[in-house]
């Protein structure tokens, strides 16, 4: 699966949108983008997922690059129960993998009054 | 009506006991994962079971024993504990993955202490 990078922190102003990228430069044709977060003390949850065309779902917005190299997770108008780590994620079609998550560091989002 | 459930929330232990976390999921899911989060708060993935198949093992010490009774539970049986398995493992299930979408839903942790 490759590689994802993804800035450490951001902060955000409660609501507004909060915009996080995440590079995945060596993504190949058959891999998928997901995005998780983790509340404080929680498990992980599912936000979205997609391959190359944006998506929305009542959470969030996800944004594809034509080249697929970056893609950027949005928030439409962020609470402070946004507050957590977003995982970005990329792995191999869902039909072909063992359904294996390979987390990285992720962005820790704050969401400020 | 939670979805995904764990068992206990809290557990402190001695090095050197067994000690098992169970792990129940009511979506009617075939694939079910432990993963292990550690004090660096790096989540990592340690079995995987399809249909009560192990199908993913990483590496994972043979003190550390999955074991699927049935569709909806996988337990973690953990032998000779030591320090370093403090850790929060989290339980998660998905449709199987070779369907679309995959995703996984996890359950609230158990936090393992080792003293």
């Known amino acids: 699966d490759a590689k994802t990078t993804q800035p450490t922190s951001m902060d955000c102003a409660e609501g507004r949108a909060a915009n996080l990228p995440c590079n995945h430069s060596?993504?190949?044709?058959?891999?998928?983008v997901y995005w998780y977060r983790q509340i404080h003390s929680q498990g992980p949850q599912y936000i979205i997922h997609g391959l190359k065309n944006n998506e929305t779902n009542e959470m969030a917005s996800l944004i594809i690059t034509e080249d697929r190299k970056s893609s950027t997770l949005i928030l439409p108008h962020a609470t402070l129960r946004d507050t957590a780590v977003y995982y970005c994620i990329v792995r191999v079609n869902p039909s072909s993998n063992t359904g294996k998550l390979i987390f990285g560091q992720g962005t820790t989002l704050q969401v400020k009054p | 009506d939670t979805a995904v459930s764990q068992t206990p929330k809290y557990l402190v232990t001695q090095m050197g006991n067994d000690k098992s976390i169970k792990c129940e999921q009511n979506l009617g899911h075939d694939t079910m994962y432990w993963y292990k989060q550690d004090s660096k708060k790096f989540l990592k993935i340690m079995f995987s079971?399809?249909?009560?198949?192990?199908?993913i093992n990483e590496t994972v010490p043979n003190r550390f024993s999955p074991k699927s009774p049935d569709k909806a539970h996988l337990n973690l049986h953990i032998n000779s504990l030591e320090l370093g398995d403090s850790a929060v493992y989290f339980c998660?299930?998905?449709?199987?993955?070779?369907?679309?979408?995959?995703?996984?839903?996890f359950g609230p942790g158990t936090r393992l202490t080792v003293l």
């Open positions: 079971y399809n249909n009560k198949e192990l199908i």
């Open positions: 998660a299930s998905s449709r199987p993955p070779g369907l679309a979408g995959g995703e996984q839903f």
């Open positions: 060596t993504i190949s044709g058959n891999e998928y």
